[in-house]
């Protein structure tokens, strides 16, 4: 019989904690909130697409909008303790010389500089706590070379140096950072994915999903949820010294060339 409470303790989050979950609308995120709130937590997203019922819809772009949102998560929820930063945008699909500056330079305005903001305004609070818990949404584009989506890769590649350094940075005030690269994930943002880099390349659709799930050793696409197990594992008292760590939940990913 296992009596371990770390173990039994898995799957709970402890009593009291607040967290955020940013582009929490839809998707990854949304099932990422939903784990968190089963876990027992209290939970608050924000989302730009007001569509999606967020708490706050927030352009994580906008420094202002992302202060705002931090003045009434302390005054509405009194501090925070977990952050999960999942924003994040696909950008263009395309050769080097194929894909504009600016939207080049879009991608990492949201991606990385939406998560630099979002974090600089948590620290705060989550040393107030006297510690917690931020875990970065980044992708095995973070951490594989991924031909024709060069800007995602820089954002995500980003993302991970981040979590690492804040690690080291925030060690001492007992905040842990983490980093989750999930593989290919089945649902509506693939398709978009598959359709932007059909269009760059001339490829067949069905081709290129045939290529994607061929990626991986278990040839298969990902679902949200088992991302969301991952946010939760490092939210319980089971992951308590688990930090600056990156976490692929990928299905074995062997290469993200797709064709």
Not at 39 to 64: L, M
Not at 74 to 98: F, R, S, T
Not at 183 to 212: C, F, H, K
């Amino acid at each position: 019989m296992v009596n371990d409470p770390l173990i039994l303790e898995v799957g709970r989050v402890p009593e009291g904690t607040r967290a955020l979950v940013t582009g929490g609308g839809s998707g990854i995120g949304r099932s990422i909130a939903a784990a968190l709130h089963s876990a027992g937590a209290t939970v608050v997203v924000c989302d730009a697409n007001s569509s999606t019922n967020p708490d706050f819809v927030v352009d994580i772009a906008e420094e202002v909008d992302v202060q705002e949102m931090f003045r009434r998560i302390e005054q509405d929820l009194g501090g925070l303790d977990v952050l999960v930063n999942n924003v994040g945008i696909a950008g263009p699909a395309g050769l080097v010389d194929e894909i504009a500056t600016d939207a080049f330079d879009h991608v990492l305005e949201v991606n990385v500089g939406g998560t630099f903001r979002v974090t600089r305004q948590a620290v705060p609070l989550l040393r107030a706590s006297g510690g917690g818990l931020i875990v970065n949404i980044a992708s095995t584009a973070g951490i594989f070379a991924y031909p024709y989506r060069s800007p995602y890769v820089a954002s995500k590649w980003a993302m991970v140096g981040l979590g690492q350094s804040w690690a080291m940075e925030l060690g001492a005030d007992d905040i842990r950072v983490n980093v989750i690269c999930p593989g290919s994930v089945g649902g509506p943002r693939m398709d978009q994915v598959i359709e932007r880099e059909a269009e760059a390349t001339g490829i067949d659709e069905a081709v290129l999903r045939s290529g994607y799930e061929s990626q991986v050793s278990m040839r298969r696409f990902m679902d949200p949820a088992d991302i969301a197990g991952a946010v939760v594992y490092m939210a319980s008292p089971a992951g308590r010294h688990v930090s600056g760590q990156v976490l692929s939940v990928d299905g074995a990913t062997e290469t993200l060339r797709s064709s």
